[in-house]
């Protein structure tokens, strides 16, 4: 099957909510494969907003755009960047991302090779290749990731897909992205082809300081609540409501604890062997930083400034990240 174009148009769509830790490798290292990239920041409370505001003066192919509405509507969200993006850009595929997912391929013709298998109108099924913290590791890790976590899961269990939509530029009005990014749907339901793609993998860091830890569950479970009272009762979101029960109960996150919880994020609960459940890589990140250092803020922080938000229905006052009140102090 030949190529759409000589170079096909690629698109990457994400929501992000406070990754201020993250966003800027991220950003950086997507764009190596994608044409545009359109984030979506809802309503961060951190340094997130400015650092993407930062980057998109820089980088001409990042689109930011904002919805501080407090209320964890992933999906929905999602299908409206979906709508409008495609529209806009008229891509020949989109990659439907969240902010701590890394596209793994070699280079982007290896990349576009790998997306011809993908059917027309249809959709590829990209799994999670997971790295996590490990016992004597976690005081590096969380001082540059994606970088400082070289460390990932040997296996996937089960195995997590994400998706990429096959779109040859084209504009159908009846797609939906579910909560997760994990498959698509059509609102009149009719089916979709897929195709998985074993040969390419999204490097994820789901898990990346006992900070960005606890204020991920604490808040993302608030979000879920407040859309919806009733929300543990449907069994979604399972990992941020027991998450969010653990914390709330107590438990103390130790070192041990939080390895263990990061090993087995958004996986079936198993013994563990660190000897024979990790694998050391060779990361291919070569991002520099300017607008961020990779640290995320306390969890207490932002809680309180999550908890204001939602009283309020939108954002506090933009906070600057690290990096910038740096600069900023070493120009005055």
């Not at 907003?49 to 509507?73: M, N, P, Q, S």
């Not at 059917?119 to 996590?132: A, D, H, I, K, N």
């Not at 005081?139 to 269990?157: F, G, I, K, N, Y």
């Not at 969010?244 to 604890?257: H, T, W």
Request: hydrophobic share 40%; net charge negative; charged share 25%.
């Amino acid at each position: 099957m030949a190529f759409l174009a000589p170079s096909p148009k690629i698109l990457g769509i994400c929501v992000v909510k406070n990754e201020q830790d993250i966003i800027e490798p991220f950003v950086r290292h997507n764009l190596k494969f994608l044409d545009s990239l359109v984030v979506l920041d809802n309503g961060s409370v951190d340094g997130t907003k400015a650092i993407l505001e930062e980057l998109a003066r820089e980088l001409k192919e990042l689109v930011v755009v904002d919805d501080d509405r407090f209320g964890h509507t992933q999906s929905a969200r999602m299908t409206q960047l979906l709508r409008g993006a495609r529209s806009a850009f008229a891509a020949d595929y989109v990659f439907a991302l969240d902010g701590d997912e890394f596209i793994g391929a070699t280079d982007r013709y290896e990349l576009c090779k790998i997306l011809e298998a993908i059917p027309f109108g249809g959709y590829g099924l990209v799994p999670w290749r997971t790295f996590v913290l490990t016992p004597g590791t976690v005081a590096p890790s969380v001082t540059d990731p994606p970088r400082s976590l070289p460390w990932r899961r040997r296996e996937e269990l089960p195995v997590h897909y994400k998706v990429i939509l096959r779109c040859d530029g084209k504009f159908d009005h009846d797609l939906i992205i579910p909560l997760g990014n994990h498959a698509v749907a059509s609102a009149t339901g009719r089916e979709i082809p897929f195709v998985y793609l074993e040969d390419l993998s999204l490097m994820h860091f789901p898990v990346r300081s006992r900070d960005q830890f606890v204020a991920k569950m604490v808040v993302g479970w608030m979000a879920h609540l407040s859309r919806d009272p009733r929300h543990r009762e449907t069994g979604e979101s399972w990992q941020k409501r027991d998450n969010f029960d653990r914390i709330a109960e107590g438990l103390v996150l130790d070192d041990k604890m939080l390895c263990e919880l990061s090993l087995l994020y958004a996986q079936t609960e198993r013994p563990i062997d660190w000897r024979r459940d990790v694998i050391l890589e060779d990361l291919p990140f070569d991002y520099v930083r300017r607008y961020s250092t990779g640290e995320a803020l306390s969890a207490l922080q932002l809680i309180a400034r999550a908890w204001e938000q939602s009283l309020l229905g939108g954002s506090p006052p933009r906070q600057r990240s690290a990096a910038m009140v740096a600069a900023a102090n070493q120009r005055s």
